[in-house]
């Protein structure tokens, strides 16, 4: 989602601590005074009616044992009875509006007008600060990072907050470009243009398509910003083409220790191939050139097939199409294929009338978004009450019906099944051409906010595939199986070649090397906060099983986009020495420490993953 500031209106681990530390004390104070009172009236009415009784013995002190147990055990109900409230009040699922009540209603600290809270697309991760910079000019910029650096002020570059890890954001303070997004400059015949880092992909292909150029490949979708896009190493799909970083043939990049550089393949080729792929730790891209090829329309092609069938063909549909990709259904055997090729010359596009309309291929879903809302009472009633009519079921997409339906039951295994199958129909019943300009083509309906774990593994050449790609599939879905993971679709398969930046996940020194991404979700149809803990928790089961089971035997690593640090410190060790085996962490963290010597563009994250107490 957009980058949003607003007045923090959520109550923070600190906040927390201050009201526990407040309360505490008071509470118990009232009750121990209460038990003191008690005390002192009976002895009162006793020394009411001294001649019917005889003289009472002494008071017992208040250090006697008794006394001090019964001391203790007001305060330990005090405690308890503190500690279960604080725990119910903050563990309830409030509403938005909620809470901004409950922290008015304790009257915590006020609420300050420069605080920004800034929150990846998923809603996954969070950070408030005072610190949010948006520059206008590169003049701007490399004053800002100057003074940041003088006075040790972190500044982590954030692009357009879609990394599902939150990689760009940082408490102590971020700098965005997105008030820089201009392109600079066109070369028509070496097909190149110079743009600012902040540009949006979309923006980009908007702003080039009248010179008749694009990109040559795209991620799913087209709101990251092209600095954000190259340091994180993201991907579209053809076994052909690299990674995206690759299109990337000169960048300026702004650094505290040695100011704006300008670097490329022929200036300063070392520190080039590992700035492409940068993670926006040795300075905040500024500019950068990119090679562009021609616009051209594609022709997308739509099937379903079975993994059997697809054995015999993989290598074909490696080899001769452009851009191929392939959407898996957990528990059915449907494998959804999608290719995109340039419109034939001779041929032109295909002719082809589908056997179902849109809404032939859909409305299977819409009867069983109907069927399971009677079937989960709770959310039928709402329906009757006129919060949602089955009017408005028919003007849901795919994708939005898809998500509504996991929220009624999204880690019912059973439940979920029944809305792959739905989904497997609905591809088929979807099967297929479709022809546009590439930058409307190459995308995907992602669906709504989820967790997402994409690896990156090699699977030899064009011309001689491992066909590890396919086992690895096979294996997940085993696992999926045997384990009764309520695993979503799709699970989305591409390809791309090597890329020469060392950072890459696809990075490789053998020219004709290809590389296959594999991205497993769940989605988060909800702003229930208990609802969305539950999925987290089974989400990251899901993910904690693919690595024990699977990254070590297929040479997997996590896009650096995905990638989730572990709170454990010997899983966090474990994962720094694993780094270290694929990427060249040494020469990173030296090239941090010439370029960014007060660790300025670092956050947890980063530090975590290379911890510069173990450079070389």
């Known amino acids: 989602m957009p980058i949003s500031s607003h007045r923090n209106s959520l109550l923070s681990h600190s906040h927390f601590r201050h009201w526990s530390e407040s309360k505490i004390p008071r509470k118990a104070h009232i009750f121990i005074a209460g ?17 019917l009784n005889p003289p009472p013995p002494p008071p017992p002190s208040l250090s006697t044992p008794s006394s001090e147990a019964e001391l203790r055990r007001y305060l330990g109900y005090t405690a308890l009875a503190l500690f279960c409230g604080a725990a119910t009040y903050f563990s309830f699922p409030f509403s938005e509006n909620a ?50 650096d003088e006075k040790k002020a972190r500044i982590r570059p954030v692009g357009s907050g879609l990394s599902p890890n939150g990689i760009g954001l940082s408490r102590a303070g971020m700098v965005n470009l997105g008030l820089m997004d201009k392109v ?67 960048m300026k990049l702004v650094t505290p220790a040695k100011g704006t550089i300008e670097i490329s393949k022929d200036k300063d080729p070392d520190l080039f191939y590992l700035a492409r792929c940068g993670l926006g730790g040795l300075g905040v891209v500024a500019e950068v050139t990119l090679q562009c090829v021609e616009r051209e329309e594609l022709v997308e092609h739509t099937y379903v097939t079975d993994m ?98 996991i ?94 930046s060392h950072m890459s996940p696809a990075s490789s020194s053998t020219e004709d090397e290809i590389f296959s991404w594999v991205g497993i979700i769940m989605y988060l149809p909800t702003m229930d906060g208990r609802q969305r803990k539950d999925i987290t928790d089974e989400f990251f089961h899901y993910r904690r099983l693919t690595q024990t089971e699977l990254w070590d035997t297929y040479s997997a690593y996590e896009h650096w986009a995905k990638i989730e640090v572990p709170r454990d410190k010997e899983e966090q060790a474990a994962l720094q020495v694993r780094l270290r085996e694929r990427f060249p962490v040494d020469t990173y ?28």
């Open 407 to 500: 929220a009624l039951d999204p880690l019912n295994k059973n439940h979920i099944v029944r809305i792959n199958r739905a989904e497997a129909e609905f591809w088929r019943k979807s099967e297929g051409y479709r022809v546009g300009w590439s930058d409307e083509i190459l995308g995907f309906d992602c669906g709504g906010q989820q967790w997402v774990s994409e690896t990156c593994f090699p699977v030899g050449s064009v011309s001689k595939p491992s066909m590890k790609d396919l086992e690895y599939i096979e294996d997940l879905k085993q696992l999926i199986e045997k384990r009764r993971i309520p695993a979503p679709a799709p699970i989305e398969q591409r390809w791309t070649a090597r890329s020469r």
């Open 308 to 405: 059997n069938d697809l054995k015999k063909n993989h290598k074909k549909l490696l080899s001769e199409n452009k851009h191929v990709k392939y959407l898996y259904i957990p528990y059915t055997d449907a494998v959804v294929v999608v290719t995109c090729n340039p419109i034939s010359k001779w041929r032109g596009p295909p002719k082809f009338k589908p056997k179902y309309t849109k809404d032939e291929a859909i409305q299977h879903v819409r009867d069983l978004y109907k069927e399971c809302l009677e079937k989960y009472r709770r959310v039928a009633v709402a329906c009757r009450n006129g919060e949602f009519t089955a009017s408005l079921v028919d003007e849901l997409s795919f994708t939005e019906l898809r998500d509504k339906l």
């Open 184 to 250: 600079l400059e066109v070369d028509k015949e070496k097909k190149t243009v110079r743009v600012q880092a902040g540009i949006r992909v979309q923006q980009l292909v908007d702003g080039i398509k009248e010179y008749g150029l694009t990109l040559q490949n795209f991620a799913s979708i087209r709101e990251q910003q092209i600095g954000g896009i190259i340091q994180v190493g993201a991907h579209g799909t053809g076994a052909r083409l690299p990674p995206i970083d690759e299109q990337v043939i000169s």
């Open 589 to 616: 963290n030296a090239a941090r420490k010439e370029l960014d010597p007060n660790r300025i563009f670092a956050n947890n994250k980063l530090e975590k993953l290379f911890p510069l107490s173990q450079a070389a």
């Open 99 to 148: 809470k901004h009540k409950k922290a008015q209603l304790f009257r915590y600290a006020p609420l300050p007008e420069d605080l920004h809270t800034v929150s990846n697309w998923s809603g996954t991760h969070e950070v408030q600060t005072r610190n949010f910079h948006q520059p206008e000019t590169l003049e701007e910029l490399e004053k800002l990072v100057k003074d940041a």
């Open 35 to 51: 038990s003191s009172i008690h005390l002192a009236a009976n002895n009162v009415e006793s020394s009411l009616s001294p001649a």
